[in-house]
């Protein structure tokens, strides 16, 4: 059974029915130790996604319709104060701005450890064992006198590694990952992938890894879904993403990576960008940028259609299929 | 931290030194002759010479100027021509009712300004933050003397619940006391529960979109806990700005209230030196209003420090 199950997902911003959708209709199941990775353009909605699943959502932005089942149990059927207990204890999430997510004035030792102690009930000597216990698990040097420090006095990636101890005090069955190494410079963007990807392997849980550096999702993912403006434009486990991409969205994103052999040559980009909120053509979201365009693309939106055993696309035409040397769109 | 106080400390010198200065120099802006208040037709110009002599106004300025500063530092704020005793014990006696009153509005204008604006900025755009902030301005528009009319009309003159006046020693009378302290405290803090209100709102505002909020969210604890623990603390640093300056305003707002509700504070004392002329009075109650709030002004610097780690380091 799928730990994960999210079903015809609808987020909003305002209210009404005309009220424009930053995500429209996204489904996908995630088990038990998978890697699901989120990609997509600034605004695709991979962010929104996230905050969604997490019922973290701020005011005008609200979920209109859909289900999250997370572990067999439907969180959106309780209402906030009970999605609030799932929070921090069933899942959980680490930020893209390790430089702001922690409270700047709070000791480290006591943002992981308020979490043992108000979400799990440990007492405080309990609680300062396990944060220790965590502080090393994500590899922090000295991780008892670190207990005492100040997020000031912490560099960027020791900053991640302790929102990534925060969000596994609780042993969540989910954790959520935005763009965790977006902020950090590379050596370090390594070293905390890799550590994700121990602590997802050891503990079994679900992770859901959003980014948009492909290198990263060919690093961690065991399965792929490609966000286009708030839709889901594909979803495929990581090989076929790379070998067969089949949206044309997907292709482009592929082509834009730049290679060491492709030299001296512009970098490949796809021009225009994700319509805004609220200004969405029609048909298929892509149709305005999309190489392969044809007038029964802009009529209404292409289902989600199963292409193989382990992919689908939204798509008319999607054995439109260009190879990455001739990518170039 | 120890350096930290030390650099402030050391900082505070210099500012004494100037406003003991302008102190000093009290004597020479108020226009008219010191002397003049004091004497009557039948002065002879022998009363006037030994009032001069007195007041120490027939040496050269930079002599008295420098015997000013010499009293200073021993603590000789010299004699007051009305009282006939020494300005620092007239000052020292009275000095406790103005430093209770403030305290009790300080107290007062904080908790509830607060309270009101951390309510108000956790329900943002609602008729509940509208009527708290509409509140709080009003509060903020009232002039203080007239409040305290108001209050007195009300409470005293058609209620009968408080006196209108006069200052009752807790020892004596407790009950009596606190009856006493009643109306002129919330006169006093009304103004600042509006200003603390409306501070604290913008800067909770502020720190409720902060990324590490959402982190706290995120953890699944709960909003009074986020807000209390995570919130507040970090909303603390111009709220207590804020808080510094209003005491400082209070010592001045006291000035007005002791006189509306008859208290015998420093206000009052200062009301009457200035009224009387009574230089030794005004000189010596103006610098120690102003030690007072440089005292004040570093309490809040140090508590800077310890609610924020990273105020030690600059």
Redesign the interface.
């Known amino acids: 059974m799928s730990m994960l199950k999210v079903e015809n997902l609808t987020t909003v911003v305002g209210s009404g029915v005309s009220a424009p959708s930053v995500l429209e209709d996204v489904s996908f199941t995630l088990d038990a130790g998978e890697v699901l990775c989120v990609v997509g353009e600034s605004g695709s909605g991979k962010s929104m996604l996230a905050l969604t699943i997490?019922g973290?959502l701020g005011f005008p932005v609200r979920r209109a319709s859909g289900r999250i089942i997370l572990d067999g149990d439907d969180i959106t059927a309780g209402g906030a104060s009970a999605w609030?207990?799932?929070?921090?204890?069933d899942l959980?999430?680490i930020?893209q701005?390790p430089m702001?997510?922690?409270?700047?004035?709070?000791r480290v030792g006591e943002q992981i450890g308020?979490?043992l102690r108000?979400?799990k009930g440990m007492g405080a000597d309990t609680a300062r064992r396990r944060a220790i216990e965590l502080l090393e698990r994500v590899e922090i040097p000295a991780a008892s006198s670190r207990l005492a420090a100040?997020p000031?006095e912490l560099s960027g990636g020791m900053r991640q590694r302790v929102?990534i101890a925060?969000?596994l005090a609780a042993e969540p069955k989910l954790l959520i990952a935005d763009e965790p190494t977006t902020a950090l410079d590379v050596t370090i963007q390594a070293q905390i992938l890799d550590l994700l990807r121990d602590i997802q392997a050891e503990s079994g849980m679900a992770l859901m890894l959003i980014t948009h550096d492909l290198g990263v999702v060919a690093e961690m993912a065991h399965k792929v879904m490609v966000l286009y403006a708030g839709r889901v434009a594909e979803m495929a486990d990581v090989e076929t993403v790379f070998d067969a991409p089949s949206h044309p969205y997907t292709q482009a994103l592929l082509a834009s990576i730049p290679s060491l052999d492709s030299g001296g040559d512009r970098l490949v980009t796809i021009p225009g960008s994700v319509p805004g909120v609220g200004l969405m053509p029609k048909g298929c979201r892509f149709a305005p940028r999309c190489p392969h365009v044809k007038d029964d693309c802009r009529s209404g939106p292409p289902p989600l259609a199963m292409l193989g055993p382990a992919q689908r696309v939204a798509c008319l035409r999607p054995f439109g299929y260009v190879r990455r040397e001739e990518g170039r769109v | 931290m120890r350096d930290y106080l030390l650099r402030r400390l050391i900082s505070v010198v210099p500012v004494l030194f100037l406003v003991s200065l302008m102190s000093f120099a009290v004597i020479w802006i108020i226009p008219g002759d010191p002397t003049a208040a004091f004497l009557d037709a039948s002065s002879t110009p022998e009363d006037v010479a030994r009032l001069r002599e007195m007041l120490g106004l027939d040496k050269p300025p930079l002599v008295q100027m420098a015997e000013w500063y010499g009293r200073v530092l021993t603590g000789d704020l010299g004699q007051s021509i009305l009282l006939r005793i020494p300005v620092l014990s007239a000052i020292l006696e009275r000095l406790p009712l103005t430093l209770l009153l403030a305290t009790l509005a300080l107290i007062l204008a904080v908790g509830l300004g607060v309270a009101a604006g951390t309510f108000a900025a956790t329900r943002r755009g609602t008729w509940a933050d509208q009527s708290v902030m509409s509140l709080a301005l009003l509060g903020l528009s009232v002039p203080d003397f007239w409040l305290g009319l108001l209050l007195i009309v009300v409470f005293s003159v058609q209620l009968g619940w408080l006196p209108s006046g006069g200052y009752v020693p807790l020892l004596d009378d407790p009950l009596g006391w606190a009856k006493s302290m009643v109306l002129p405290t919330i006169t006093l803090a009304v103004v600042q529960v509006g200003f603390i209100a409306r501070m604290t709102r913008s800067a909770m505002l502020d720190v409720i979109s902060?990324?590490?909020m959402?982190?706290?969210?995120?953890?699944?604890?709960?909003?009074l806990?986020i807000i209390l623990?995570?919130g507040l603390?970090?909303a603390m640093m111009p709220i207590l700005t804020v808080t510094g300056i209003i005491a400082g305003a209070l010592l001045g707002s006291a000035v007005v209230v002791e006189q509306v509700f008859a208290l015998p504070g420093v206000g009052r004392l200062i009301i009457g030196g200035i009224l009387s002329r009574d230089y030794p009075i005004i000189q010596g109650g103006l610098l120690f209003l102003t030690v007072i709030y440089l005292l004040i002004n570093l309490v809040v610097d140090l508590l800077y420090a310890t609610?924020?780690?990273?105020v030690r380091l600059e």
Request: net charge positive; charged share 30%.
């Open positions: 997490m973290l609030r207990q799932r929070r921090g204890r959980s999430m930020f701005e702001t997510s922690l409270n700047p004035i709070m308020e979490v108000m979400r100040f000031h929102m925060v969000a | 902060q990324d590490f959402r982190t706290a969210d995120s953890k699944g604890l709960s909003g806990y623990r995570h603390p970090n609610i924020d780690p990273r």
